[in-house]
């Protein structure tokens, strides 16, 4: 039988599982036929990285000559992990092209390039699938078989709270992500995961929007409060960098100077910038409001400068609550040896609060890896041979839209002080599939 032919746009830190995945532990149905990016370095250094596991060398194209690509390599899958606000570029070519696509979230950063992507899946009729590697965690996804099971009822409201700690936090103000020109902003980039899960735990979509937000923690007077008088654009020669408690050596670790400090000859990204910058225009600190088409409402925060990693998350139902939280480990994107929001077993737990019963605790679901468990269990959901799922965790261009929708609304909200209605953002979009009825009927359908 031929391997599916695959090629890879965009070759950063987050590109390395799918390179892994089809070289490696699906190498016998799919093929990696090109990879592609605007750094010439980086290129390089994949097909040395092969050449080390004992792969040939694949095709390597700059981003600019990414139609040569698809002409002379003949891709039949196109898996985009570009920057966000280069999705759209990859996604949309691809499909024009003839190409299916995989892509990272966040699908895209704002509603004119979502519309972009919403018009080209029609007009094509190719396949576009988002990775929500989240859906796959165990302990994520047994909350949604609670759901379903309908132990809690109908689900009313939902209360939701993020924390990213002040390593991983920290690290979106130093990279690309710090400006919403190339990310969306952390409501975006970051809450996708957040809102998608939402999304698919009560199976419904956003209708209504109110956000608020600031820049309050990284900031220059914040770092004089920690005595960083003299500062620079950057840790590697910044004159505080033995007193900055953010300081960041892009040089000592060998996967950050490999990714990143020894490419900088070829396009001048510097990946350790200052976090105090006065370039920032991300928020660190973000309250959302959203209503939903099932009818229940959310409550929603996200601060990126915590002392610890994960989230609490509360489901108040007509017979009940749920309660869950987890600790993740912290991480630097590109670091050797980083263990990717790997699930603490001791912090993570989840508790059912009955109407008129006795409240319980539930054994949580786990799995070792990274993002909870969830990135290898996609993985093997998208290369590997088709199975059942009654959870219906794949998730195509409908769903990749109503969760960056959320986030982008939450953009609008902030800029003008009003809530947003997302139905005026995009056009054309479906309801997201019909799954989990019994969520929203209580477990009674």
């Not at 689900?155 to 690290?171: I, N, P, R």
């Not at 959302?288 to 989230?311: D, I």
């Not at 902030?414 to 019994?438: Q, Y």
């Amino acid at each position: 039988m031929p391997r599916k032919r695959c090629a890879i746009v965009g070759v950063g830190a987050r590109s390395r599982l799918y390179v892994d995945a089809v070289t490696k532990r699906y190498a016998d149905s799919h093929q990696l036929v090109a990879i592609c990016d605007s750094n010439r370095g980086r290129l390089e250094l994949v097909n040395e990285e092969l050449a080390s596991a004992g792969h040939e060398p694949v095709p390597a194209y700059l981003d600019t000559d990414f139609d040569r690509l698809v002409k002379e390599q003949s891709p039949e899958v196109v898996i985009v992990t570009t920057k966000d606000c280069f999705h759209d570029r990859y996604i949309c070519r691809a499909m024009e092209l003839g190409c299916d696509v995989i892509t990272e979230k966040p699908m895209t950063i704002d509603a004119e390039r979502c519309q972009r992507i919403v018009d080209t899946v029609k007009k094509t009729g190719r396949s576009l699938r988002v990775t929500f590697n989240y859906r796959y965690s165990p302990p994520r996804t047994q909350v949604k078989d609670l759901l379903m099971s309908g132990v809690i009822g109908r689900v009313l409201s939902v209360d939701f709270h993020w924390q990213l700690d002040t390593s991983h936090g920290a690290d979106y103000f130093r990279r690309w992500h710090r400006n919403k020109a190339n990310s969306g902003g952390l409501l975006v980039h970051k809450a996708t995961h957040h809102f998608d899960l939402v999304n698919w735990w009560l199976a419904t979509r956003p209708v209504e929007v109110y956000a608020s937000g600031a820049r309050s923690f990284y900031r220059p007077e914040t770092a004089a409060g920690y005595g960083l008088s003299s500062r620079g654009e950057r840790c590697l020669d910044c004159p505080g960098r033995s007193k900055c408690p953010f300081h960041l050596d892009i040089v000592s670790n060998r996967g950050l100077k490999r990714l990143y400090h020894d490419q900088e000859r070829h396009d001048g990204y510097r990946r350790d910038g200052c976090v105090f910058s006065d370039s920032i225009d991300i928020e660190d600190t973000m309250n959302v409001v959203v209503r939903y088409a099932s009818g229940a409402a959310m409550s929603y925060s996200l601060n990126a400068f915590c002392p610890k990693e994960g989230y609490e998350i509360r489901f108040n139902g007509t017979r009940g609550r749920l309660e869950h939280a987890t600790l993740e480990t912290s991480y630097v994107s590109g670091q050797d040896g980083a263990k990717v929001h790997e699930t603490i077993r001791a912090g993570t737990s989840t508790w059912v609060y009955p109407h008129f019963g006795t409240p319980y605790q539930v054994e949580v679901w786990h799995a070792e890896g990274g993002h909870g468990g969830g990135d290898y269990a996609m993985i093997d959901e998208i290369f590997g041979p088709p199975r059942p799922d009654k959870y219906e965790r794949a998730a195509d261009h409908v769903q990749g839209a109503w969760s960056i929708l959320t986030g982008i609304a939450a953009n609008r909200s902030i800029a003008t002080g009003a809530p947003v209605r997302v139905e005026t953002l995009v056009s054309g979009l479906d309801e997201p599939a019909r799954i989990g009825e019994r969520v929203r009927a209580g477990g009674k359908v």
